[in-house]
């Protein structure tokens, strides 16, 4: 399975703005899908992941701003942004595991990623 993000863009700070995330091809099933980060010249950072049934983790730096969701019968997961600040700019991906967890190498499928860029 190949996953696709999608979403990304240019906004201000304090806009709002959904990512998504759906497989080209085969279904992600039953895996926990997760959304991690990169900002330039950093590490890739976890963001949020959430289960099959809904059960969710949050990065501390976005927990109360950002919603990760899934649709499980339209086979796609969500991440809502709010409140967006200038230190959320990064390439955002997803990526599905067995399990759920913050750990990227518990990631075996990642996306391509898609741009966010927060603007004062």
């Known amino acids: 399975v190949q996953l696709q993000a999608s979403g990304g863009g240019l906004v201000q700070t304090g806009d709002s703005l959904r990512l998504s995330c759906a497989p080209s091809?085969?279904?992600?099933?039953?895996?926990?899908m997760g959304w991690f980060r990169q900002a330039p010249g950093k590490e890739r950072e976890f963001v949020a992941t959430i289960s099959w049934s809904g059960g969710t983790i949050y990065a501390d730096s976005v927990k109360g701003r950002f919603t990760i969701s899934r649709d499980n019968a339209k086979n796609t997961a969500y991440l809502h942004m709010n409140s967006l600040k200038l230190e959320d700019t990064a390439v955002y991906y997803c990526a599905v595991s067995w399990i759920v967890s913050p750990v990227p190498s518990s990631y075996d499928v990642w996306g391509q990623g898609t741009l966010v860029t927060v603007s004062s």
């Open positions: 091809g085969r279904s992600f099933g039953s895996r926990a």
